[in-house]
């Protein structure tokens, strides 16, 4: 019985990996097609989303029955629940970075916006918020989940540049229109993306320390 | 152990008490019958004188107090006197045995039961003369009473027998435990203990010696197998059916960049979720050896896992292949390129040369354009010739003679050969130095001073200047060819070297060249095991060094 349910949360802990490592390719490739506008590539993240959204079904249903089953308390309980909750945000990072391939992938009227280096920026700390966020996971560092919750603050810094620099283009030049709201859009998910991984990093707190935001759950 | 010895000793005690019963009970009632009789006889002896033949001795006969009972049977078998029972109610006494005995020997005796009492009795005839016989009779029970009397005394010697059968089992199995314990298992003989114990000690530090004999063996085995594995320039991995590091090599553990001690135990995906590693091992579920190119950080690795026959584990294997990758870009690159710079001047001859065979050039265009094919086929020559070179380089075989030369002298006859380019493009060129000894190839050597000094003066600005300094330093011999030119940007430097790359591909027109120039520098500086350093700022100049070795120092010959 207790073999099985260490194969179990062993599974678990490995599809939890194999989830965290594809919502990072997409948010990753997404940080790509910003740059080479290629819409080829931005349609094959937003298929890629299916899996994802597999994946997520899968891992629900794992802990789920594994809690119905083998009835898991104290840190087996604490890990399974704070993971059946880590994929919601994880799905929903996989979500953004579709969302952003989407708004690439449709055909530009007009001239080409080049998106400013600071949305560049953005993607990637997004992106290293997320892969900071999983090697919490996987290594039960509550010290990495502290740091991504801290590192919000220079994702939610580069989207006031953004909007900055948006707004000073809007008003320069007018031929751009809407590519400039799309990139605004853009700059919005990235930052969405950054404030899942933080709800990430602190599920991991809880697993480990039992406390969730610092306080006990009850 | 303490158990069986209690068992045993009180099984012992138990048989031993059992068959002292039944001995005493066997011998008993026989003893005690002929105790009975052996008094019965001395009784009979003492009261016969009182039977005589007159027949008056009843009343003497009943004034003798006797416990035994004291019968007088005459010749007919009438009783004629009884001290227990009236007379007149016993019946013949004829074919009592004992009594037909005494009449036929003189003397009988029996044990049965009495008829008169109804009681086991033993029986005693005498013939009293004249035809008449006395009888005396006593009880058996007595015999029997006193096995049972004794029953209780036996009760008590069994429980005396268990008490100490108790004791002395566990006294021995104490003994026998704590001898047992005291022997040392590595040295078993040193020990004394009960001799019984002897050939098992003996054994024992035999196999102990075996054992440790073979751990030592294997122990070195494993040692040299580490070693051999630690070694291997390729990285070695192997996991476990849940895909966790059971081991990993010091390679492995280098090039993913990870620490040994802290990777055991975890599963792969946990070390790295990059999507080749994933996808692996899903896909060597299915088939039982896969090979995949891992990119790692600007390394690339050839991954080799095969799942161990029989087992549920895997064995990874790690190569470098980034230097085999990047030679063959190279190679693609070149062939690329050298198909595409033999094509340029090619086309622009072909066209030229069909437009002039067509008649279609006004007469006074003619010779510009037979200079134009005239200048291309050059360029193509140069090329070719370039590219010969190179190749000759690669293969290590410039085909020249390898002996000691003064570069000063050589570098003041490139200076010369390029004095008509360096007036073309109004650039002072200047050599400073003295003679320097240098081992190699002069044709290579000038080729190579050359081709900087072609740069120099063609990335030069209007009035630019060059400096050429050769100096003769302790660690060798330093050439030095500084220019005033556009500079390269720092992140070209390292490019510059390799073949057709331009810093500026719109100029390459005017600037003629193949694009193959520092190549051929750089495999010169190879060849003479010299070195080379690039120094530029761009819009400044641009300062290469290249640093030959000592001329004592003999040159390796590649």
Redesign the interface.
């Known amino acids: 019985m207790r073999i099985h349910f260490d194969d179990q949360l062993?599974r678990l802990?490995?599809e939890m990996?194999?989830m965290?490592?594809?919502i990072?390719?997409a948010i990753e490739n997404a940080c790509l097609v910003m740059v080479s506008r290629d819409a080829e590539a931005a349609r094959q993240i937003m298929e890629n989303d299916v899996e994802i959204d597999r994946k997520q079904r899968e891992i629900e249903t794992m802990c789920l029955r594994l809690i119905l089953m083998q009835q898991p308390v104290a840190r087996d309980l604490r890990l399974v629940s704070s993971a059946l909750k880590m994929i919601t945000d994880m799905e929903r990072i996989g979500d953004q970075a579709a969302d952003i391939s989407e708004i690439i992938s449709m055909p530009v009227k007009g001239t080409l916006y080049a998106y400013p280096n600071e949305l560049q920026k953005m993607g990637q700390a997004a992106g290293a918020m997320v892969h900071k966020a999983?090697d919490a996971f996987?290594?039960r560092n509550t010290d990495l989940a502290a740091e991504v919750i801290r590192d919000d603050d220079v994702v939610d810094q580069l989207f006031n540049e953004v909007r900055g620099q948006l707004l000073h283009t809007m008003k320069k030049h007018t031929e751009y229109g809407a590519q400039l709201l799309d990139a605004l859009m853009i700059a919005k998910y990235l930052e969405r993306i950054g404030d899942h991984a933080v709800n990430i990093g602190e599920w991991v707190e809880y697993a480990v320390t039992g406390l969730y935001k610092g306080e006990k759950f009850s | 152990m303490k158990k069986r010895v209690f068992w045993s000793m009180l099984a012992v005690s138990l048989l031993t008490g059992l068959f002292l019963v039944l001995i005493v009970l066997g011998l008993l009632p026989s003893f005690a019958r002929e105790c009975t009789l052996d008094n019965l006889q001395r009784e009979a002896a003492v009261i016969l004188p009182l039977v005589n033949t007159k027949g008056d001795e009843q009343p003497a006969l009943a004034q003798v107090l006797m416990a035994a009972r004291v019968t007088l049977i005459g010749p007919d078998g009438r009783v004629l006197f009884d001290n227990q029972a009236d007379p007149a109610t016993m019946d013949n006494h004829l074919d009592r045995p004992e009594v037909r005995e005494a009449m036929e020997i003189g003397r009988g005796s029996a044990v049965r039961r009495s008829y008169t009492q109804s009681e086991d009795m033993q029986y005693f005839a005498l013939s009293a003369g004249g035809g008449r016989v006395l009888r005396l009779a006593s009880p058996v029970y007595l015999t029997r009473i006193r096995v049972v009397q004794t029953l209780p005394w036996l009760l008590g010697a069994l429980l005396i027998s268990l008490l100490v059968a108790s004791l002395l089992s566990r006294r021995i199995s104490l003994q026998l435990s704590q001898s047992i314990s005291r022997i040392d298992p590595d040295a078993p003989e040193e020990v004394v203990t009960f001799e019984e114990l002897t050939p098992l000690l003996s054994k024992l530090s035999k196999q102990s010696a075996q054992v440790a004999q073979q751990l030592n063996d294997m122990q070195e085995k494993q040692q040299q197998m580490d070693a051999l594995i630690d070694g291997m320039t390729e990285g070695f991995m192997v996991l476990d059916c849940r895909r966790r590091v059971v081991s990993i090599n010091r390679s492995a553990a280098a090039m993913l960049h990870v620490n040994p001690q802290m990777t055991l135990g975890r599963t792969l995906p946990e070390i790295s979720r990059k999507p080749e590693i994933i996808n692996l091992l899903d896909e060597l579920e299915e088939k039982g050896n896969v090979q995949i190119t891992l990119p790692w950080g600007k390394r690339s690795y050839s991954l080799n896992a095969s799942r161990v026959a029989g087992t549920k584990g895997v064995v990874i294997l790690l190569h470098d292949i980034t230097e085999t990758l990047e030679g063959d870009a190279m190679r693609k690159r070149f062939t690329a390129n050298v198909s595409h710079e033999l094509r340029t001047p090619l086309t622009a001859i072909c066209g030229y040369s069909e437009m002039l065979s067509s008649g279609m050039v006004n007469k006074e265009d003619e010779q510009s354009f037979l200079d134009r094919i005239s200048s291309e086929s050059k360029r193509l020559l140069a090329l070719i010739e370039d590219i010969l070179r190179l190749s000759k380089l690669d293969e290590g075989n410039p085909g020249g003679e390898y002996k000691r030369i003064n570069l000063f002298t050589i570098a003041r006859e490139v200076v010369k050969n390029f004095a008509p380019a360096a007036e073309k493009m109004q650039v002072d060129v200047t050599l400073r130095g003295d003679r320097a000894d240098v081992m190699g190839d002069e044709t290579l050597l000038g080729e190579l001073v050359g081709n900087l000094l072609d740069n120099a003066i063609k990335y030069n600005r209007h009035g630019g200047k060059v400096e050429i300094s050769i100096l003769e330093g302790k660690n060798g011999v330093d050439l030095t060819v500084h220019d005033t030119g556009i500079g390269i940007e720092q992140a070209q430097q390292d490019k510059i070297f390799e073949r057709f790359y331009r810093t500026d591909k719109s100029r390459s027109k005017e600037t003629g060249g193949t694009g193959l120039g520092l190549s051929i520098v750089k495999h010169s500086a190879e060849f003479h095991n010299a070195t080379l350093r690039v120094d530029s700022e761009p819009g400044v100049g641009t300062t290469i060094t290249a640093s030959f070795p000592l001329v004592e120092k003999k040159a390796k010959k590649k």
Do not use: M, P, T
Request: hydrophobic share 30%; proline share 0%.
């Open positions: 062993h802990n490995e990996i194999h965290g490592s594809l990072e390719q999983i996987v290594q």
